[in-house]
């Protein structure tokens, strides 16, 4: 008598769309910049994430910090890489092409030490096929001691504008969670005529070496991210989310399909994704495959349904 061939059950259908200020994906899982690059391409299915982002990209060459780079903690990682980029040029003649190739949505990060920095690199990549750009306005600007744009509402609106004013395509700012009202700054984003605002960047940290009595981190502190930083993130996603109508797109702490929702429920409209592709480079593959279960456990049908729906006591 022969076996009975058992047929597993069929995936739940679920509608993983999203919109994020007019461009559409497919689901809402990207990665975070700097976290993730197009040599993957051949370790993970690139062509299902919702949407690559590439490392924040400057005008100007630049080789990043000195070593030690990154070092890990009980709950997280702390990084100091610098963001070493080729420059507008070397970016396009290079690395943009390797992105365009990978099959989904591109959102192309940028950055600036100094206000026209953004302007330049914009110009530069303005007539390249891209869907988005990222703003990221945490970086140091030179030009008030050191400061990031994202850290002053006028700051951030006078950078939107002023690429707005030179290229065509939706803008994701990259906002820094150092800031007295991550709300305030996302209003002045979204009044400079921003798509979407990303929260957050990294939070500032330090790691100690005892023998030496030094950092461990070769240009001193650096940018904490990981399962630490989770609650606080969705805690800045709910306040940016309350002040605006554009979409707000999570970030940190994300390793789970559960983390998504979470992510969803507390306003954001799609999470990117960072520390836990360094331990588990298919993080990304995995949490998009098991949303739709993990979504039908909950009784969600589309992802829509549960954005913003957090009940918070009075």
């Known amino acids: 008598m022969s076996a009975t061939a058992v047929t597993a059950p069929p995936a739940p259908v679920v509608d ?10 497919t689901n809402p899982v990207m990665p975070a910049s700097g976290c993730f690059g197009p040599e ?4 993970i299915d690139v062509d299902g994430l919702g949407a690559m982002v590439t490392k924040t990209v400057f005008d100007q060459q630049r080789a990043g910090n000195p070593a030690h780079r990154l070092t890990e903690t009980a709950h997280g990682m702390l990084n100091s890489v610098g963001i070493p980029s080729p420059g507008s040029a070397g970016f396009r003649s290079g690395l943009l092409r390797d992105y365009q190739a990978c099959g989904t949505r591109l959102i192309v990060s940028i950055g600036g030490l100094y206000t026209d920095e953004y302007y330049d690199i914009t110009g530069a990549l303005a007539d390249e096929t891209l869907d988005a750009f990222e703003l990221n306005i945490s970086c140091p600007n030179l030009e008030h001691d050191g400061l990031p744009i994202g850290a002053s509402p006028e700051r951030a609106h006078e950078v939107i504008t002023g690429v707005k004013a ?3 395509k939706p803008l994701f700012i990259k906002l820094t969670p150092t800031v007295a009202s991550i709300a305030e700054i996302a209003a002045a984003c979204e009044d400079a005529g921003a798509a979407a605002v990303v929260v957050s960047n990294s939070y500032p940290g330090l790691a100690i070496d005892i023998a030496s009595r030094t950092s461990v981190l070769g240009n001193g ?20 989310a309350g002040a605006v109508s554009i979409p ?6 994300v390793a789970t399909a559960g983390d998504v929702l979470e992510f969803l429920i507390a306003g954001a409209g799609a999470v990117q ?9 298919t993080a990304m593959n995995d949490i998009i495959n098991e949303l739709p279960e993990v979504c039908a456990r909950y009784g969600i049908t589309a992802l829509h349904e549960v954005i913003g729906s957090l009940e918070m006591p009075h």
Do not use: M, N, Q, S
């Open 221 to 240: 502190a650096g940018g904490y991210t990981g399962p630490a930083v989770k609650p606080l993130a969705l805690k800045l996603v709910h306040d940016a």
């Open 248 to 253: 707000v797109i999570g970030c940190g702490g």
């Open 273 to 281: 994704v960072g520390t836990a592709t360094f331990t588990r480079p």
């Open 166 to 168: 030179i290229v065509d």
């Open 16 to 25: 993983l769309g999203v919109d994020l200020g007019g461009v559409h994906l």
């Open 40 to 43: 993957l391409a051949g370790v």
